[in-house]
């Protein structure tokens, strides 16, 4: 049973970083799978980040291409999502989510494609 924990939210101002973690632990044990970053705004709909599968697809909501990047050390089970050139718009709870699945481009920001989700770890970014 893959379990999922969020780590590294904060304050920053704009124009800082931050790296968030995904201890994501048992989702080596798949053989396929597709890992994502999904926040959720205030008020907002929650809405996919980025995303990065077994077979080394990665992809980027338009919103933060060039500025977010996902990666993966699988030795260790964390998931990691690098942010920077943050902006306000950038604030919400960040989620990791996992699926055993294999799942087309279209369908990584899909959040009823997941199986598991973290508890969320919040980002603030103040002007």
């Known amino acids: 049973q893959v379990q999922l924990v969020e780590s590294g939210g904060g304050s920053v101002q704009s124009g800082g970083s931050l790296r968030l973690s995904c201890a994501a632990s048992?989702?080596?044990?798949?053989?396929?799978?597709?890992l994502a970053w999904f926040r959720q705004a205030q008020g907002k709909e929650r809405e996919g980040v980025a995303a990065?599968?077994?077979?080394?697809?990665?992809e980027y909501a338009p919103s933060v291409k060039g500025r977010f990047t996902v990666s993966e050390d699988k030795a260790k089970e964390l998931v990691y999502l690098q942010m920077d050139s943050l902006i306000p718009e950038d604030t919400a709870m960040y989620f990791c989510?996992?699926?055993?699945?294999?799942?087309?481009?279209?369908?990584?920001?899909?959040?009823?494609?997941?199986?598991?989700w973290g508890q969320g770890t919040q980002v603030t970014v103040s002007p």
């Open positions: 048992g989702y080596t044990s798949s053989r396929r799978y597709a």
């Open positions: 989510a996992f699926t055993p699945d294999i799942l087309y481009r279209f369908e990584f920001f899909m959040t009823h494609k997941y199986d598991v």
């Open positions: 990065l599968d077994s077979y080394e697809e990665i």
